[in-house]
């Protein structure tokens, strides 16, 4: 009776652990087509190599994707992994704990492949709220054709950039040297003000702002400046093209305007979407005001993977994590598609492979801003999507004239106040 019990009880444990062993998890991120793709053949290579776990994949473009994801985590329902961003977390997880904690699963997703620095930038309360996939700020691309044809050199200074406008305009009164949206501008005023200033926009400390009046009346005069100097189309054109994205505009294609100041992860998809004969973008040089100390870089991980604090299933999820930052076939499948990675094991096999180049215009980005001092932080309270949001509104009023730069700068400072104090309770 003892063997036949023994067996018996061996065969239901044994399959007991193989209905446990298998898992279904949900990963969400965003993106382009070309991230879509690599991240579904990533999935794919995953679960060939761990069969009893499977990954229904929920995935989007930017627009609308925190928004659904702020009612997925209010209900419990977040995936399990999920693709988050740097300036989340002061909504999301302001004490630490809204995200799991990914040194509780150190012994599946290898830590020791991220420089301490990284990791402690993207945690919170000492909790690891997610891995960095990779670093990124913002850096100047010119559309090589258009400026030769312009007969104008890249800007080596703000006064240059402004003749830079003044001349395109010479020219031909569509064409700028620069087409920027509202977030993209908001981050090269920053640039210029740490540049200025020497401080941060934000004390994260104190939870408060740290420019006076004149300062932020100094800021938003920078951006009615270089609307009026041409170099970039205001608000009210934009809009005149819709709501799509300005790589998808049409004087973008065509090559009518001459540049982005954009993050390094995203200059390929700029460059994508360019028809011959205006299709290379250059890397341009990042100027500095005489006697600055700091670039004034919006300096920031890319993004994060995250395991959702819900998850039932932190270890399987870990995996997933693992394999797609630091193992060959999930680095091999993502390539370059999310930026240069900070995971030294990704790096290196990148490298090995030719994947990373010299010339290649994200790598070459992601150099030149490392050799920038940017010492000063930019807190992630400046991403936060109401001061955003508040910052565009304000520039819709400075491009339409019913707000002069002064009462702009007092309504926004007071706005942007009360923002930061919710923000920081």
């Not at 609308?64 to 977040?78: C, H, K, P, V």
């Not at 300062?215 to 189309?233: G, I, N, R, T």
């Not at 505009?249 to 700029?270: D, F, H, L, R, V």
């Not at 240069?340 to 150099?367: F, H, R, W």
């Amino acid at each position: 009776m003892k063997p036949v019990t023994l067996a018996a009880t061996l065969l239901l444990a044994t399959s007991g652990m193989a209905y446990a062993e298998n898992v279904e998890l949900r990963f969400s991120w965003w993106g382009g087509n070309n991230r879509h793709q690599a991240m579904l053949q990533a999935i794919k290579a995953f679960e060939q190599q761990h069969p009893n776990i499977k990954v229904q994949a929920e995935y989007s473009g930017w627009e609308g994707y925190l928004s659904r994801f702020t009612t997925q985590i209010a209900g419990g329902q977040e995936p399990d992994v999920v693709q988050t961003n740097w300036n989340w977390l002061p909504i999301f997880s302001k004490d630490g704990h809204g995200f799991y904690d990914l040194r509780k699963v150190a012994k599946t997703l290898d830590l020791t492949q991220y420089d301490p620095q990284s990791l402690e930038s993207v945690s919170v309360a000492g909790k690891l709220n997610g891995i960095p996939v990779a670093a990124t700020a913002r850096s100047f691309y010119y559309n090589q054709k258009l400026w030769q044809e312009m007969g104008v050199a890249y800007p080596n200074s703000w006064d240059e950039l402004k003749a830079a406008g003044k001349a395109f305009k010479a020219k031909d009164e569509n064409s700028y040297p620069l087409v920027l949206d509202y977030m993209e501008s908001l981050t090269l005023l920053h640039s210029y003000m740490v540049q200025k200033y020497n401080i941060s926009a934000i004390d994260d400390k104190a939870g408060t702002f740290t420019y006076t009046p004149a300062q932020w009346e100094a800021f938003f005069q920078l951006y009615k400046d270089l609307v009026d100097s041409h170099v970039f189309p205001s608000m009210r054109v934009l809009a005149s093209y819709g709501k799509a994205n300005t790589w998808e505009m049409k004087p973008w294609i065509s090559g009518q305007w001459g540049g982005i100041y954009m993050w390094n992860t995203n200059a390929t998809m700029y460059e994508a979407n360019l028809q011959p004969p205006y299709n290379k973008l250059d890397l341009g040089p990042f100027f500095m005001l005489p006697g600055a100390k700091d670039a004034g870089l919006f300096f920031k991980p890319t993004m994060m993977l995250s395991i959702g604090r819900s998850t039932k299933h932190p270890e399987e999820a870990a995996l997933l994590v693992n394999f797609l930052m630091n193992e060959a076939a999930g680095v091999k499948a993502m390539g370059l598609e999310r930026g240069v990675p900070l995971s030294n094991a990704a790096y290196q096999q990148l490298v090995q492979d030719g994947t990373i180049k010299e010339n290649n215009i994200v790598v070459a980005g992601l150099k030149s801003f490392m050799a920038l001092p940017h010492a000063i932080p930019t807190s992630p309270h400046f991403d936060n999507p109401q001061f955003v949001a508040l910052y565009h509104e304000t520039i819709q009023k400075i491009d339409q004239g019913s707000l002069s730069v002064k009462d702009a700068a007092s309504s926004f400072a007071k706005s942007a106040d009360r923002i930061l104090k919710r923000a920081t309770k």
